[in-house]
């Protein structure tokens, strides 16, 4: 049986290998992303000279009490490399990003990312897009209509509920889990995702990885 979480471990020291002195560093957000964040910590400690741009609130925090020095997001031009986690990943480097809500961020910062390494446990890989459901970030005014237009899409999309709510984003957003089936071309679903008024940004990473490092049991697999 294999141990997921000693993966990401693994997958997330490997990517913190990659940092240098004097980089503007990405910090993502979720379970494998905080294993990096803590061994980036750790590479701070031990004299390692970069700054971080966090992707959330809780990354943030992380962060702060690892001693990571922090740049705020406006205050720079490009960021060198990023270390995130993914929800599913394709060996074409295609994502699905935003289980945990914090997509938005995570995409901005990618963009701005010479280098977005994305890191994962086996778990992760898949044939096609579409088993984990796509995260579309939507203003609240907007939701029951963007749920129509997903259907359009053939989208079985439901807003995402937390403790009998609705779950509210940092940017003060719904986010609809929108089930699409398996998605032959994402690329294409990403453009028509975007052409929808209302919708701020979905969870469908295309050409935004550069390298999606993968814990295979006891060692890593690297896919770029």
């Known amino acids: 049986m294999r141990d997921f979480v000693n993966e990401k471990k693994l997958a997330a020291k ?32 031990n004299g390692l000279k970069i700054q971080g741009v966090p992707t959330s609130d809780k990354s943030k925090e992380l962060a702060i009490s690892l001693n990571i020095p922090l740049l705020e997001i406006g205050d720079v031009d490009f960021i060198d490399i990023t270390i995130d986690g993914a929800d599913e990943f394709t060996t074409d480097l295609n994502l699905i990003k935003g289980g945990g809500s914090f997509l938005l961020k995570e995409k901005v910062v990618a ?20 088993k984990f459901t ?28 937390v403790d009998g709510k609705p779950l509210i984003t940092e940017e003060n957003n719904y986010i609809i889990d929108t089930d699409f089936g ?36 006891d060692s890593t697999v690297t896919f770029s």
């Open 14 to 45: 490997e990517a913190v290998k990659l940092l240098s002195d004097d980089q503007i560093v990405g910090l993502g957000s979720g379970s494998s992303a905080t294993f990096a964040i803590i061994e980036i910590g750790e590479r701070v400690k």
């Open 111 to 130: 963009s701005l990312s010479r280098q977005e390494i994305i890191i994962a446990d086996s778990s992760k890989k898949v044939e096609l897009l579409g």
């Open 134 to 161: 796509v995260p579309v970030e939507v203003i609240k005014y907007a939701s029951g209509y963007v749920i129509n237009e997903l259907k359009k899409l053939n989208g079985n999309g439901k807003i995402r509920i």
């Open 182 to 217: 398996l998605i032959t071309d994402p690329a294409i679903l990403s453009d028509k995702l975007h052409a929808i008024t209302g919708v701020v940004e979905h969870g469908l990473f295309i050409n935004l990885a550069s390298v999606v490092i993968m814990g295979d049991g």
